[in-house]
């Protein structure tokens, strides 16, 4: 195998990708500036459909259930999230 043919090949084989649907929550976390209103999130990303264990959610939705009102920081708005859609595996697509 000569160096060019190296250059084209991954260097890791990728195996089928598998569709999973809604955004992660740490995609939507990054996209906002800190601290945050939980209202203002929700003018801003509550149309965002998130990834969860029981298949993708809206984030209003998600919101509606979190009696807080105020984030003075990403990690306790995605804690407060994760504490109403849970943790674990999300389904693919194909499940």
Do not use: C, N
Not at 12 to 40: C, D, H, M, N, Y
Not at 58 to 86: K, P
């Amino acid at each position: 195998m000569s160096d060019d043919d190296e250059e084209d090949a991954p260097a890791v084989e990728l195996g089928e990708r598998t569709p999973v649907e809604g955004a992660p929550l740490a995609r939507i976390s990054s996209r906002l500036f800190w601290p945050k209103e939980k209202s203002e999130i929700d003018r801003l990303e509550g149309d965002s459909v998130i990834r969860t264990p029981d298949g993708p959610r809206e984030l209003s939705a998600v919101l509606e259930e979190i009696d807080e009102t105020y984030f003075q920081r990403h990690q306790e708005f995605e804690r407060h999230v994760r504490d109403v859609v849970g943790t674990g595996p999300v389904p693919t697509a194909d499940e």
